[in-house]
């Protein structure tokens, strides 16, 4: 495939072929463009005088489902099915494609995009709508009451007209400041449970078009030769061995000492001729320690005084558990975690004549611009992005550092600018030295009084901070405290008395990140297990005993307790299970969702323990895509158990021990043998879906396990006395 044709000379020949267009959208409170031809820079719909109607994707889609979400919400407004609504994906422009819950910054994650999106999509839709309506009111003279538009087609009495008829003129009307949205009785897409994901014909048929896929005429590739443990830095190489590899280019140093570029012509001979390179490194300032050392580090820091306050204090829980008429105790653990992602990391980039243009299934268009802006020491808004369908991320694609996207700019650089330049990573690469979920530690001790209530909880948690020292600090640090790592404790919706939560800052040159679902991937298992562990000390059925602790009347101790009772009710929690099978149930809200999950396995820890069913019910606010929520419940439990069960990045002498699938396997389909998804109707507005069911899985499946005899709380759970059929 060759892709030569610049951002502007797309649109320009989409204007030639289509003829007039009409494009409207909305940012947070104001309209950010009028009507404009099809050569110009497009926001949120688009449509031309073909009658094509395209939502133009302002968060990229990695399989979490965006493009089907956002099309839906201008397919709703504009009374069409979503089948006719086409996709295309934003270029990187921040003004118009901000996300405001990053501040402005456009970028997804977090489970932001239908949060951030939902009314500025439909009300792009609304008003797209009323300007085709307008329009041919004033062709036809008739009251604006008196027409309609279904199905792409525009009426009023026995007069018709396609919509592409009309754009033309609809342009020339001015965008509506607050188009009526169709009451949620009206909807007939959003909500719509046989509605299918618009990504699933291209991906199905081999026509989505991934990084991976880029090759540009006269294209070299670029891979990296990095030192085998994190923080080492290269001394020299000799490359006289890679010369006698077919297609080898050269090597360049990064000046950074990062590492060695080598390039080729293809992807096999730049990894050939990478393996044929020596190096010498210097691991005087390296992570050179194995994973004993590392975990031995994080349990000594949450066995004494915290660091950091970030609930309560110290001394009043204290005294409180000392009152106690019992006190549970334990310690828990979390390794490293990869991301592991379908598609490893990659992306092209190519000289255009004002800077580049960069291909790749982009995360984090504002972070892409401002990494190669300052590489290539070009204005940002010379930095063009196409973004491209990603293989699955996690969280991956989108560092604080750009880390493939620098390298992808020194690549180019540092070959001299001229010639297009596709970095890649294989998955040996990511996995053995990519960025990681921290390695976490817990320690948790709970008062109850004569009754089994919660009189204190002393929670103390260590770990690599995400966001210190980083860009986003300023938002996510407050009095020391990384938000990543306490996040789901001292937020917790259960009313708690006397807890106190404490931090302490592991230190490492392991590179870390966000991974699905941050830090409730870790306070969830802890929470949920303490909760469990409260219960069976208190003598009183998890399900109730939690329910005792959402009692407040708050919204978030409503949505909390309903989604509770749901999956309690539809999993047949207060029926006995059948011989042999225990249940374990988990409910935690996340990125402002609620989820809880019940489990039910068979068999033991010793023997081998079966998944024989996960029963989920979600509140996520309005649902607009019943199916996708669905799905996206599934991946999230799959993820979190899967890792749960058998996933760690462990390290020998500072060098990680795992370097595929074959020893950092994943969840295979036949490890939970039914997930079943039970969505609360909500009018709520929505929320995000894409990790909130990871946090309460692991911990649910921990619940049913120690229901059969077991309790692990250092995971993963194979490492640890547990076997699974």
Known sequence: ????????????????????????????????????????????????????????????ECGQGTATGLSTLIAEELNMPLDRVEVDFAPADASRYGNTLFGGAQGTGGSTAMADSYLKYRTAGAAAREMLVGAAAELWGVPIAAVALKDGVVTA??????????????????????????DPSEFTVIGNPNTGRRDSGPKTDGTAIYGMDIHLDNQIVA??????RFGGTLVSHDASGAAAVPGFIRSAAIPTGAGVIVYAQNTWAALQARDAITAQWDFSAAENRSSDAIKAELMAAVN?????????????????????????????????????????MTCVVAPTETGVMVYDGCQFPTGVQMAFAAVLQIPEENVEIKTLYAGGTFGRRATQTGDYQVEAALAFALNGGQQPVKLVWTREDDIK?????????HKVRVGLDADGQIVGWDHRIAGKPIFKGGPWASFMVQDGVDNSTVEGTRDTPYALPGMYVGVTDGDTPISVNWWRSVGHSHTAFVMETMMDMAAQAAGQDP?????????????????????????????????????????????????????????????????????????????CGIAVNPDVIAAQMESGIGYGIGHAMRNAITFTEGEVDQFNFPDYEPLRITDIKAI????????????????PSTPPSAPALGNAIAAAGTRVTHLPMTANGVAFA
């Open 1 to 60: 495939m060759t892709l030569e044709i610049s951002r502007r000379g797309f649109l320009k020949s989409a204007s030639a072929l289509a003829g007039t267009a009409l494009v409207v959208g909305y940012g947070a409170d104001q309209v950010l463009a009028q009507p404009v031809t099809a050569a110009d820079f497009t926001p949120f719909v688009r449509l031309t005088s073909d009658g094509t109607v395209t939502a133009i994707i302002k968060h990229f």
């Open 157 to 182: 009495g026995d007069r018709s007209a396609p919509l592409g008829d009309l754009v033309a003129l609809a342009a020339q009307r001015p965008v509506p400041a607050a188009p009526r949205l169709k």
């Open 676 to 691: 079943e998804t039970h969505i609360v109707a909500s009018a709520e507005p929505p929320t995000g879906v894409g990790e």
């Open 304 to 344: 004494a005084e915290a660091a950091f306050d970030a609930r309560g204090t110290a001394a009043e829980t204290a005294a409180a558990l000392e009152n106690a008429a019992q006190v549970i105790e334990r310690d828990f653990y979390f390794p490293f975690l990869a991301h592991a992602t379908m598609e490893p």
């Open 543 to 619: 399900v109730a005993y939690r329910l005792s602790y959402l009692t407040d009347g708050t919204p978030d101790q409503t949505r909390m307790a309903n989604v509770l009772r749901l999956a309690a009710e539809r999993s047949g929690w207060s029926d006995t299970p059948a011989q042999g099978h225990w249940r374990g149930v988990a409910v935690h809200k996340s990125f402002g969702t609620f989820v809880a999950e019940v489990v039910e396995i068979s068999g033991t820890a010793e023997d081998g323990v079966a998944v024989e069913k996960v029963t989920c019910a979600v509140d």
């Open 433 to 441: 030295g990519g960025y990681y979920r921290p390695a976490y530690a």
């Open 223 to 228: 891979v990296v030769l990095r030192s085998q």
